[in-house]
């Protein structure tokens, strides 16, 4: 739900858990479209929640939104 940002389903900031498998299971084999659409989706929280006179830290928005994404695990160099 916007501008709040909270999950439709169970009212908790979105991305939730179930929202996140969602994600995982939409974009899969598209892991870099999800980082760039989650990454889309901070900014826009970000402005929403300016405009409602919420300034959450970026850094908590980032864990929010893009933390919960694996690592990318460093490719074996061929030798």
Sequence with gaps: ???AWL????????PC???RLDLLAEFRGHS???AFYLAAS???AMDDMHRLGSRPAPGVLHTR????LSPRRPRPHAG
């Design 32 to 34: 870099i479209a999800l």
């Design 65 to 68: 939104f893009l933390g919960w």
């Design 7 to 14: 999950c439709r389903s169970c009212a908790v900031p979105w």
């Design 1 to 3: 739900m916007r501008p």
């Design 42 to 44: 901070m900014y826009e």
């Design 17 to 19: 858990g179930p929202a």
